[in-house]
């Protein structure tokens, strides 16, 4: 048999006893009275102690403790200061004249969560710094945020230092607090400050996200911050993840400056000096990789596009780079080979590079001397490509470039570098090894096809000319500039021309041939064919020595002879041309080509011409018929049996 069922029992509120309800009545006038007289400054102490059993830090509270009430428990403390770590030789870390935050009540009961919807500091100051060991100090106590929920923070005149001894880095940063669009929005940040960035000046404004969200080392970051770093110029507008650490990021950073050398005491890159340029593209982090991506911009008066990483972790940072310039002002490149820019007509260079070019301008001498930056070609390694779809020379006839520059703790290549020249080509391997304190360089050059006729733009005279040059150039030489290099050259130098034509009146000025000149002169010129031309020298410590050196028309054969001095920049060569043809004027000396570098001459040679025209002086004295005889050449010379080897 079931038992029957037990009737449920029913409970029912029973009204207070008049006792009852007057003892609740005072229990609850008691915890009024006690919550309006309470003296909060005496839960002072308590509190220090919670937190600095939880940081391991110091932390006092010196002014007054005020608590509000309700739903929302509202705490304000004054006069707060938290200690810094042990290592530090400033005891405060942080402190505030006030802070005030707000904490809901029913999550902390039915719940067990902290939640902080508001954090207002009044004049707070921090002081972030990196220790000997590298580790910064605001590393501390427990790193997990357990259940505690913040909402949003508000700074009201704040101040942030920021010191990293071992980088030459401190910072003193102004901040407060600014509105969002949405309510909901956490506040951000706007800042402005100024300090040193590896040792050189800098200043700093923008935006950034609430303080709170650098809790979250995972979450990404908010910025939009523009600096100035010396003549440096940077906006990176994006977020980052792990901000001190700087673990990962995806930004949009605009970089400009006069010198992108400036760029190595920031970021440890080192680039020859360059003009002014300015740059803009994705800024990201792969692991130990940097990466900067699609940017597009310019460097002086040529554009630059492309891509550029930067790997670090290894024993040297390694670069690796893809750049495409669609149009390379020539001048731009001045800065690989230790010279400005050229700096006048509306040409783009600072004032460094225009006091560069103006004592150059000055100077005897033509090659560039200034040295190669040895700790900057040992600092890192790279691998860079860069090419030129049109170059801008108006001097010389150079079309297109294709350069790959490897670099390997010191040991510079240019695997090739190659350049179109006047609808042919320079194809280029050098070689520069600056792992001891003496640079030593190899180079092999070959120029094949060259246009005559392009190959001067400026000249008239060669504008119709027609035939191609080709060449070698083996030289080895120990320095640590191209002038250095150059003075102590060893190795070979040829160049040659097979068939073509030139203007004859170049020919009959080459030969001093007045009459013929003077013909040309007053009615057109025409042009005589080009049988060859070539010269080769043997190259010993900078000085040339003209082994062979011949150019031969159907006109004149021109011989040489002498040498060129790469170590003083001087010239001094003896060319004889012995015309083929008769003419009255002809007066055959032998023509000097003299001088230096940069202010070369070209002029007969008196000294052999002195009895020939002392004659025709004479003469001329008593009978010009005479003195015309006296000028007469036969044009004994020859044909030469040269061949077009070098034009293939």
Partial sequence: MHDAPRPRRRFA???????????????????????ILFEWNWLRRPIERVVEWQTGRSFHIAGNLDVDLGRVITVRADALTFGNAAWSKVPVMAA?????????????????????????????QMRLERGPEG???????DTTEGRIQYRDLWIDDGRLLFLDAARRTDLDIRL??????????PSAVELKGKGRWAGTALSLQGQVASPLALRDTGKPYRIDLRATA????????????DPFRLRDFDLQLRLAGEDMEDLFPLIGIATPPTPPYRLDGRFTRDGDTWRYDGFTGVVGDSDLAGSASVTVGRERPLLTANLVSKRLDFDDLAG???APPQTGGGEASNAQQRAEAAALATDARLLPDTPYNLIKLRAMDADVRWKAQRINAPRLPIEDMDAHLLLDAGLLRLEPLNFGVAQGDIRSQIRMDARSDTIRTQATIAARGLDLGELFPQAELTRTAIGRIGGDIKITGTGNSIAGILGTADGDIALGMGRGQISNLLMELAGLDIAEALKFLVTEDKTVPVRCAFGDFAVTDGVMDA????????????????????????????????PKDRSIFALRSPLVVGGTFKDPSFRPDFKRLGLRGAVAVALGSIAPP?????????????DSACGGQYAK
């Fill in 230 to 241: 010396g003549p440096t110029r940077a906006h990176a507008r994006g977020t980052l993840t």
């Fill in 626 to 638: 005479a003195a015309l005889l006296a000028t007469l050449e036969i044009g004994p010379g020859e």
């Fill in 135 to 141: 580790v910064g100090n605001w590393v501390f106590g």
């Fill in 96 to 124: 505030a004249d006030r802070a005030e935050l707000s904490v809901e009540v029913f999550p902390l009961i039915f719940q067990r969560q902290t939640r902080i919807p508001r954090i207002h500091l009044t004049r707070p």
């Fill in 13 to 35: 509120l029973r009204p207070l006893s008049r006792t009852g309800a007057v003892t609740l009545g005072v229990l609850a006038a008691v915890i009024v009275v006690l919550a």
């Fill in 176 to 185: 407060s607090s600014i509105r969002q669009p949405k309510a909901d929005e």
């Fill in 336 to 338: 690989f080979v230790g």
């Fill in 547 to 578: 082994r062979a050196l011949a150019f031969d028309t159907s006109d004149t054969i021109i011989v040489g002879t002498g040498r060129i001095s790469l170590k003083d920049e001087t010239l001094d060569l003896e060319m004889r041309p012995r």
